[in-house]
């Protein structure tokens, strides 16, 4: 089984200052991993995958993340953040060849003028 | 920009009714899924179907849940007698292909049991 921790459930920034939304993961087995974002009154948006391949994956908006396996870490990051990025941050595993995501609780950015 | 359409966006339901929520996947997208969210908890996987039959399933899935296709269009999730602890939103999920492609998701429905 998988499980997931996001260990910060708000992050307040100020505009324009860089961000990390921390991720750490348990698997017995190597696994997929995603973050989504969650805008108000909206549904999940894919951000950024890591699959294989080179650990830093550059999503949309601007948004990175690196995968550390020895850390078994993946964790997002954004060096100038906007107000519009204020919305909360879903990381999310699955091992290849299954369907179910196993996602991490969440974190709220709240980006201050 | 291609969508999954939920609906509706809010139900409430008296405990020990049925209650069948709505989905439109994207049109070529061929495996569909069914997440919840209860209110302050982390989103959850319910089931995932592909090929016109379940291929995954969750321990929250039980015998109260089925999911169904019922035309080439529509992806539902039934409930057939709610419970207080049923209240969550609801999110419809789709991809083309399976998980590593990512899914696409629907704004949800927010079920409330009362």
């Known amino acids: 089984a998988q499980s997931v921790t996001q260990l910060d459930s708000q992050v307040p920034v100020f505009e324009e200052a860089p961000v990390e939304l921390r991720c750490n993961y348990s698997s017995s087995v190597s696994v997929y991993l995603f973050w989504y974002v969650q805008y108000p009154n909206q549904g999940l948006q894919l951000l950024l995958k890591?699959?294989?391949?080179?650990?830093l994956v550059k999503g949309i908006n601007g948004f990175e993340a690196e995968f550390n396996k020895s850390q078994t870490s993946f964790h997002l990051r954004k060096p100038s953040v906007h107000i519009s990025d204020t919305a909360e941050y879903f990381c999310a595993v699955t091992p290849p060849g299954r369907r179910a995501l196993t996602f991490g609780s969440g974190t709220r950015l709240q980006v201050q003028p | 920009e291609p969508e999954v359409t939920q609906t509706p966006s809010h139900q409430v339901t008296q405990m020990g009714q049925e209650v069948i929520l709505r989905c439109v996947p994207i049109s070529n997208h061929l495996y569909f899924y069914w997440y919840r969210q209860i209110l302050g908890q982390k989103v959850e996987f319910l089931v995932s179907f592909y090929n016109n039959e379940i291929s995954e399933k969750s321990e929250i899935f039980d015998d109260q849940f089925s999911v169904e296709r019922p035309d080439g269009s529509n992806f539902t999730l039934k409930i057939r007698s709610t419970k207080l602890e049923d209240s969550a939103m609801y999110f419809c999920?789709?991809?083309?292909?399976?998980?590593?492609?990512?899914?696409?998701f629907g704004s949800g429905t927010r079920l409330t049991v009362v």
């Open positions: 890591y699959l294989s391949g080179s650990t």
């Open positions: 999920a789709s991809s083309e292909f399976p998980t590593g492609d990512g899914y696409t």
